[in-house]
T-cell receptor, first 112, second 116 residues
Framework: ELKVEQNPLFLSMQEGKNYTIYCNYS?????LYWYRQDPGKSLESLFV?????AVKQEGRLMASLDTKARLSTLHITAAVHDLSATYFC????????????FGTGTSLTVIP | NAGVTQTPKFRVLKTGQSMTLLCAQD?????MYWYRQDPGMGLRLIHY???????AKGEVPDGYNVSRLKKQNFLLGLESAAPSQTSVYFC???????????????FGPGTRLTVL
């Protein structure tokens, strides 16, 4: 069974601090997605990582992908309150090709 | 471009009632998906479609049916609603998978369903 595990599930951090969210997956995949969800809202695409070693950055968020280790990271630099949200990673499984498999999400709260 | 829209936004049903959720996309995407989101469970795939007239089961299909009669629409039906189907339902779509584009899924705003 394909598994996508995120940790931590909950993260409370102070403004200005750095932290990393981890996404491990159990199947071969050539692409990995990160989404953001604000409370009561839908999911918004943040990053698409297409190959091993891919790194994408947008503002205080940086995502990377290691397909050999089946690991993606979402690094937060100098957190601000506006980053408070739930972050999901999703794997586009090459075996099926049609489905995304989502992690359970990391609920991030940035404390002023 | 409206993207992905869902109807209705909120609904309250009594146990045993039926209803249909409508998803529409105007991006000419081939693939469409229905998910449910429950606290602490992430998103779980109910059914999906890889093209007009085709549907397939996802992780949690029991109690739901779907139809894709038109490329732009994907309907999710509950024939006899149960309290366990209380959830937030999201529809998503994406273009045909190829190796030169991102192929991310685009999500609708969600439908909040309560079954009493």
């Amino acid at each position: 069974e394909l598994k996508v595990e995120q940790n931590p599930l909950f993260l409370s951090m102070q403004e200005g601090k750095n932290y990393t969210i981890y996404c491990n997956y159990s199947t071969t995949s050539d692409r990995l997605y990160w989404y953001r969800q604000d409370p009561g809202k839908s999911l918004e695409s943040l990053f698409v990582l297409l190959s091993n070693g891919a790194v994408k950055q947008e503002g205080r968020l940086m995502a990377s992908l290691d397909t050999k280790a089946r690991l993606s990271t979402l690094h937060i630099t100098a957190a601000v309150h506006d980053l408070s949200a739930t972050y999901f990673c999703a794997v586009d499984a090459t075996v099926t090709g049609n489905q995304f498999y989502f992690g359970t999400g990391t609920s991030l709260t940035v404390i002023p | 471009n409206a993207g992905v829209t869902q109807t209705p936004k909120f609904r309250v049903l009594k146990t045993g009632q039926s209803m249909t959720l409508l998803c529409a996309q105007d991006m000419n995407h081939e693939y469409m998906y229905w998910y449910r989101q429950d606290p602490g469970m992430g998103l779980r795939l109910i059914h999906y479609s890889v093209g007009e007239g085709t549907t397939a089961k996802g992780e949690v299909p029991d109690g739901y049916n779907v139809s894709r009669l038109k490329k732009q629409n994907f309907l999710l039906g509950l024939e006899s609603a149960a309290p366990s189907q209380t959830s937030v339902y999201f529809c998503a779509s994406r273009r045909l998978r190829d190796y030169s584009s991102y192929n991310e899924q685009f999500f609708g705003p969600g439908t909040r369903l309560t079954v009493l």
